[in-house]
């Protein structure tokens, strides 16, 4: 059975999935379905920078969820810029074959990646 991998040192030992939206700001379940695979030290790490920017920011959550371009632009930096080709869509075919081709995926914008986040959310909450 394919296993899941870490999208930047290929490891397949103790990985995860990472919301790049991360849950405490813009919530869990159908309206945050972007992920990025990661292994647990990565994990951490990014979860680590991501924490440490919110609270540089001095931004509340809500005005944080107003603006996911904050999030893009640090997995840009924190990912070498592969952010778009890191990023899997939870319940999509790409998602559930597990596939290390990165061949198969669909290729996605950034405005596409909030749009989606957008129109995701705006569902949930009707």
Known sequence: MPRYFCCLCGTTKYTSEHHPFPKRIFGN?????????LCRGQHDQIEAELQA?????????E???QQP??????????LNGKFLSAIMIKGS???KSKSKSRKKRQRLS?????????N???AAQQ
């Open 63 to 65: 005005e944080l969820r």
């Open 120 to 122: 995701q959310d705006q």
């Open 69 to 78: 371009g904050l999030y893009i632009e640090k997995h840009k930096e924190f």
């Open 93 to 95: 075919r790409q998602f």
């Open 110 to 118: 950034e405005e596409d990646l909030i749009g989606l986040y957008y």
């Open 29 to 37: 379940g159908n309206g945050n379905p972007a992920i990025i695979i």
């Open 53 to 61: 920017m919110e609270k540089e920011s001095g931004l509340t959550k």
